[in-house]
């Protein structure tokens, strides 16, 4: 029960300025690109049973709420002032870290003998080691290729240096130098996180404090359980790809969401097997595990922005990840590439929730963040050298109300571009271009948002690219209401000259001086009929060089002459086009593959795999869909009775005996 509002609102601006402050720490003193202007690192502080009661907004990841946090307390069992233990196993912390680069810290902040909070920071290293540069490779198969595992251990005990346990992480890095400064950019957050609650606990009082913590969980808790309420309740399902997962068949998520009263289940049975590639997300089933919830919580806060951004927020939210999917998968699966799945999961969630709320969700956004990274050895001073070219987003969705966003997807906005500059002051590389990709948006009353072109030259014998979490090449980002597609992602090679190739996916490229690759990122998805869109806002989009004349005239039925609406022809042609409205509009490529692989076919194949051990499963799936499809080419027809049948040949042309586990 919250007694006193006046103080829990000062208290929450007291945390949110901490944990802002301690963000800020790392921002300005971290290393890394990736940390100091990308942003991507986190700063909390945690109740003793491990729930997020502070955690930035304006600074660093905000996908925070709901990291499971406990088990990792919980498995050192002697605390003491002074220690900081250090982590970055997935499976050693239960869920709380999710792949490899991401190094957490964690601090216990003591008053008089016992623990009042902890303070977690974490940020993404550019290399752990691992197969690759960057650490993270689609193509990995097994965590042991995606870099050094630390398993919970305290890097300072009472104070005292841990020198064995830094050496070993620095040792087994591409960037020793720079992983060593992120860490003490850390160090200082969490040094700053406790000299602030300390000085709370000196104002209020140890007890207030532990009290206020509980009560501003209880009421974001209250607050976000009066939004779910006004959702109809019911059950919505909806299912989304990620592309060109192992034997090159897309990946799918999907979810069940059940709203009762002030309670969501999201039961993600139908989502595919554990693959052999590295988008698995080490959920462990974690309730409101923090992948699995962000489009609720920023849903929440949309409605809601004084909602305080705690976890308090996803304690109504229960799941069930199916053991040994995508989203639950068995030791030792590789995670690196995690982002691309929870990205996409992002997008089934708020697809549910629009079968909900039509009116107050968007369409799918650029559904990506790439993240363009280079190895080379520098010409001019002989040092190799590894860092973040740019994490390559694109539009989000329209809204109900709105256009998207240009440039930037509603799922990845805690990201930031890193200016060209900065790029070619660190790298020896050269942008040549930087900017919006004209007629990428989703048409509609709205459109999306516009994707982004990155052109950059290469200048250094051997370099090595790599590009993690490509998505959205062939499924394009859906439309909502009569909103059109969104324009799929691309990645050229020398691009305008006579050896120019479509690379697609980009893992593991080598490149030589005069190369140039060409990034073209997806637009976000259309919302509403594009021939109800204003004709003065289809020109405006023309006059800022985000769509041509020509889309402008087929996609809107908007006829400009010079510089201006020819208003006469415009309605003429608008009388002659018509426009399909329908709820969702997925594409062509989304369209022909569930000519066979319908939502039934897909579940009758996932339960048909259930029956055998989890190491034949992913092979099973790929094998069974090239009979089928081949089935369906030679114009036979495809049943869920022969998924059955061939899942069961399949597995008896092995010739190994029993089932094993599920």
């Known amino acids: 029960m919250i007694a006193d509002k006046v103080f829990l609102e000062i208290f929450n601006n007291r945390i949110q300025a901490a944990v802002e402050e301690m963000a800020n720490v790392v921002l300005r003193t971290g290393f890394t690109a990736f940390v100091k202007e990308t942003g991507d690192f986190g700063t909390y502080l945690l109740s003793p049973s491990g729930e997020t009661f502070g955690s930035p907004l304006e600074t660093g990841y905000n996908l925070s709420l709901g990291i499971p946090a406990e088990a990792t307390i919980r498995s050192i069992e002697d605390w003491q002032e002074g220690d900081l233990v250090i982590c970055n196993d997935p499976y050693a912390t239960k869920g709380m870290v999710t792949h490899l680069p991401d190094i957490h810290l964690i601090k216990p902040y003591f008053h008089e003998g016992r ?14 080691g691992g197969k690759v540069p960057g650490s993270v490779s689609p193509s990995a198969y097994d965590i042991h290729m995606e870099g050094i595992r630390i398993a919970p251990v305290k890097l300072y005990e009472a104070g005292v240096l841990n020198e064995q346990v830094m050496r070993m992480f620095l040792d087994n890095s591409r960037i020793p130098e720079q992983n060593l400064g992120d860490l003490k950019a850390l160090m200082a957050a969490l040094n700053r996180g406790e000299q602030r609650l300390a000085e709370l606990i000196a104002r209020y009082g140890a007890e207030r404090i532990e009290q206020g913590i509980e009560q501003l ?18 059950a919505y399902d909806f299912w989304d790809y990620l592309e060109k997962g192992p034997g090159g068949y897309p990946i799918r998520l999907r979810c069940k969401m059940t709203i009762e009263d002030s ?18 997300i ?37 799941n069930y990840a199916p053991p040994a999917s995508v989203l639950n998968p068995e030791p030792m699966a590789a995670v690196g590439a995690r982002a691309a799945t929870f990205i996409r999961l992002m997008d089934v969630i708020t697809g549910a929730l629009s079968k909900a709320e039509a009116s107050k969700v968007p369409a799918a956004g650029a559904g990506q963040a790439c993240i363009v990274m280079m190895a080379m050895t520098d010409a001019n001073d002989g040092k190799k050298k590894v860092g973040v070219i740019q994490p390559i987003c ?23 571009n890193i200016p060209a500059e900065t790029v070619e002051a660190e790298m020896p ?34 370099t090595v690219m790599t590009a993690r979490n490509m998505e ?40 030589q001086p005069g190369d140039t690759v060409t990034f073209l990122s997806q637009g976000g998805g259309g919302y509403g009929d594009p021939l109800s869109r204003n004709a003065h806002s289809v020109l405006a989009d023309v006059r800022s060089g985000l769509l041509s004349i020509a889309k402008a005239r087929e996609l809107y039925g908007v006829v400009i002459k010079g510089t ?56 099973l799936k790929r094998r069974t869909m090239d009979i089928l499809e081949q089935r369906h080419a030679d114009g036979l027809s495809v049943t869920t009775g022969e998924i059955v049948s061939t899942v069961s040949g399949l597995r008896n042309s092995i010739g190994l005996q029993g089932t094993g586990h599920t």
Not at 477 to 495: C, F, K, Q, S, Y
Not at 593 to 618: C, H, N
């Open 115 to 128: 623990i009042i909070a902890y303070g977690m920071c974490f940020v993404h290293s550019s290399d752990v």
């Open 217 to 234: 969980l209880e009421y974001a808790e209250m607050k976000a359980r009066a939004i779910v309420r006004e959702i109809p309740d019911g």
């Open 263 to 280: 309670n969501i289940h999201l039961d993600f049975s139908g989502t595919d097997p554990q693959v052999r590639a590295s988008f698995n």
């Open 282 to 318: 080490p959920t462990h089933n974690q309730q409101g595990h923090y992948m699995l919830v962000p489009a609720l919580i920023r849903y929440f806060r949309t409605l809601d922005p004084t909602i305080p951004w705690n976890s308090g927020m996803i304690r109504m939210v229960s």
């Open 394 to 416: 694109g539009g989000s969705g329209a809204r109900p109300m709105k256009d998207g966003i240009d440039g930037m997807d509603f799922a990845v906005g805690h990201l930031r």
């Open 429 to 462: 590389v050269l942008i040549e271009h930087y900017g919006l990709r004209e007629d990428s948006a989703g048409a509609g009353e709205y459109r999306g948002g516009s994707g982004i072109a990155l052109r950059v030259r290469i200048v250094t014998p051997d």
């Open 472 to 511: 959205r090449m062939e499924f394009q980002p859906w439309g909502r209401m009569g909103g059109d597609v969104g324009t799929h992602g691309e990645a050229i090679l020398n691009e305008g000259l006579p050896d120019e190739r479509d690379l697609g996916r980009i893992d593991e490229l080598l490149l």
């Open 564 to 619: 201006n609406v020819d208003e006469a022809e415009t309605q003429s042609l608008r009388e002659t086009m018509q426009i399909n409205v329908e709820d969702f509009s997925y594409g062509p490529t989304r369209d022909q593959f569930e000519v066979i692989w319908s939502d039934e076919m897909q579940l009758t194949l996932g339960q048909a795999l259930k029956e055998y051990p989890l190491a034949l499963r992913d092979y």
